[in-house]
């Protein structure tokens, strides 16, 4: 009985809530903004997560941005979903966004993960062919 419904309510997961589950993923901390403007602009172009700013390291964090970053091994997909923290609890959420190569590496950087999409493509090709 429980089964089923356990079951049933994860047939209706979004199909791409599902591919970034099995998706490496970075949890990454941004100074708090307007939550509502950022998922706006987010829907307009994915290069709105580079206004972020991180999070200091050292600082207290009671309100803060969590971006949740998913990339496929070889980065030609990678998507990002924004969440609004406040005192250790999720107070917003938005949908999943889709960010190309470049915003992943220049996103990555600010906050000190330096990526090499070309060589990890080479080392995953290279893993194939052996």
């Known amino acids: 009985m429980f089964g089923r419904r356990k079951k049933n309510g994860r047939e209706k997961e979004l199909p791409l809530?599902?591919?970034?589950?099995?998706?490496?993923?970075?949890k990454v901390s941004f100074?708090?903004?307007d939550f509502d403007e950022l998922t706006r602009d987010m829907r307009e172009t994915s290069t709105s997560i580079l206004k972020l700013v991180?999070?200091?390291?050292y600082a207290v964090?009671?309100?803060?941005?969590?971006?949740?970053i998913y990339t496929t091994p070889d980065y030609r997909e990678s998507y990002v979903q924004l969440k609004r923290i406040?005192?250790?609890?999720?107070?917003?959420?938005?949908?999943?966004?889709?960010?190309?190569?470049?915003?992943?590496?220049?996103?990555?950087?600010k906050v000190g993960i330096?990526?090499?999409v070309?060589?990890?493509r080479a080392a995953?090709?290279?893993d194939q062919d052996a």
Do not use: F, G
């Not at 809530?17 to 970075?26: A, G, L």
């Open 61 to 68: 964090k009671n309100t803060y941005i969590l971006a949740l």
């Open 17 to 26: 809530k599902k591919r970034v589950r099995d998706m490496k993923c970075r």
């Open 118 to 120: 070309e060589a990890a």
């Open 31 to 33: 100074v708090d903004c």
């Open 86 to 109: 406040e005192y250790e609890k999720q107070t917003d959420e938005s949908e999943i966004y889709a960010l190309d190569e470049i915003t992943l590496t220049k996103a990555l950087a």
């Open 54 to 57: 991180p999070v200091n390291y």
């Open 124 to 126: 995953l090709d290279a």
């Open 114 to 116: 330096i990526i090499d």
